[in-house]
């Protein structure tokens, strides 16, 4: 299996070296987002995540896909420091992110959004984004209380951000709706904005299109490849729908039982057998 | 939306001034029920109580059962700084000892919440209500030993036996605070109050009060986006800690001599969480009216005698029942949308998006 993989690497066009990355050919030469090195983590005997390794450029819109189970959600919450790696490090604009906690990986530019939903429900939308905003507008809590004039400059500035953020998806006559009354795929795009509006470097989409109908998923497809051209950053998301994945991916990474098992463009994992191995199961299984 | 907005938020402070100045003229007609008058500060202290649990429980989302400990820390600190400022440092206006006595009640709360939240706030889960519940009792058992004595300017703590201390005692274990006039003033109770809602609401309508709401409502997705939990936890819990003790410093120079640590003990702690939860989870509002009806029930059911408990428990029972009844809920709603749309509808030209609006209010 594992030669199969290499075969591929190797001669995919876009691939520079090192001969694990998926870097696009625009981004060649330029310092790489994320790097994750050797990345592994047991939970008590069992393996979820095993020699993940992964180059991610400043600008490239990447998949991470794979069967239930894979580890695909692992790896993000690896990425975003939920859990320490066991083995091996990550990268983060070549910064090794070994002993940081989520607030340090937010704080050095990865945002990212969550399979089950994770909204401050309780609380408006313009609030879930100007929570977003917390780690750039600021002013300290005194200010905030004694409603001191850089209290009024910074949350007018935080209102007008929040509403150019809502914007990107149209949402902005929803900012003083209740963010738990949303519909489903209307919380999947606030999700988005608040990641957003942490100002990332790279974007972690945990299945953006679930729940959403076809003309949805295809408008975010568009929305994606937008946000990534108009924010100038890196997204690596996983999902399900593979035509959305085949659609806006540039560069696709396939995951089974915690191993990559191939990486390449849309066309080179299509034409994969073990990934189709993966999905599929064996062909001689399926005869008999 | 706007204007609902700012009606919405402000009109608690005007029912308090007006509260205030209602009884203020009163007071100075001499037509207010001496029952009352006495219980006007007490309802100060516990509305503050209220609103600052409210500021731990139901904004922050942690669980705090030791919340009248800081009260007593404030009480205790606060009587012995008035009583060095009027016996050693001779200072005359007792508002200026009211008003330091508070501050220092404040801050030794907060001290003593810092010191709290260091490691229980780093855990997720129930921690801070078993510590906060150990450390009111702990907080009980010091005081009802500590023995303060002043003498010449100079304070001397001893514990367990107060025997030996020069000068005069200031605080006698579990005789209670001695040499100490009271100076708790009905004004200043209602500055409390009107300065805890202001503390409290511009907390929670600024950037930290956000990411304090943040944590209780998703603390994963609060941490993705950078928020530091432990740091806001904390922020809470402290300003809360700060706000009790200052209610503490001036409930116990209000009751001097009658100031008893076991005042302090966590039934009363369960008893600002009662209001906290009567007045609704991180309603402040709804905190103070519940605080001040739940304060005066009691000692206006006196004459039932030793029903008086039982009719205060059924009360809170029904309540309960009737704020939680999904009719009466509906019902309440419809009368204030019906309120609101009356104030809407006044422009006789049609507004565009009045539309929106009636949608909006239907959940």
Redesign the interface.
Known sequence: MSESIRKINTDTKMVPVPSNSIIPERDIGKMPVLECKHLGIDFGGLTAVEDFNLIIGKTEIAGLIGPNGAGKTTVFNLL?K?YEPTRGTSLINGIDMHGM???AA??HGI??T?QNI??????SVE?NV???L??Q?????FS????LPV?WK??KE?HERAMELLGIFGMQ?LA???SG?LPYGAQRRLEIV??L??NPKLLLLDEPAAGMNPHETEELMENIAKIRDQFQIAILLIEHDMSLVMGVCEGICVLNFGKIIAKGTAEEIQANPAVIEAYLGKRKEAEA | MKKKNIISRFWIYLVVIAFWVICELLISQESLSPVIQNQLIPICCWVTMAVSLNLVVGISGELSLGHAGFMSLGAFSGLIIAGWLQNAAQVESPVARLVLAMLAGGLIAGIFGFLIGIPVLRLRGDYLAIVTLAFGEIINSLIINLYVNLDQGTLYFKFLKGRGLPGIPLLAGAQGPDNISKIALVPAGFILVLLTLIIVNNLIHCRTGRAIMATRDNRIAAESVGINVTKYKMTAFVTAAVLAGMAGAMYGLFMSRATKPTMFRYTKSIDVLVFVVMGGLGNVNGSVISAALLTILPEQLRFLNDYRMLIYAVVLILMMLISNNPLIRSWMTRVKENLFRRNKQTPSVPVPGLDDQKGGGRT
């Open positions: 975003t939920v906690d989520t607030v937010s704080k945002a990212r969550f994770r909204l401050f429900s309780n609380m609030d100007r929570i977003g917390h780690n507008v600021k002013y300290d809590m905030g209380i004694l409603r209290f910074k949350e935080q006559d003083n709706e209740t009354s608040r990641a509006a942490t």
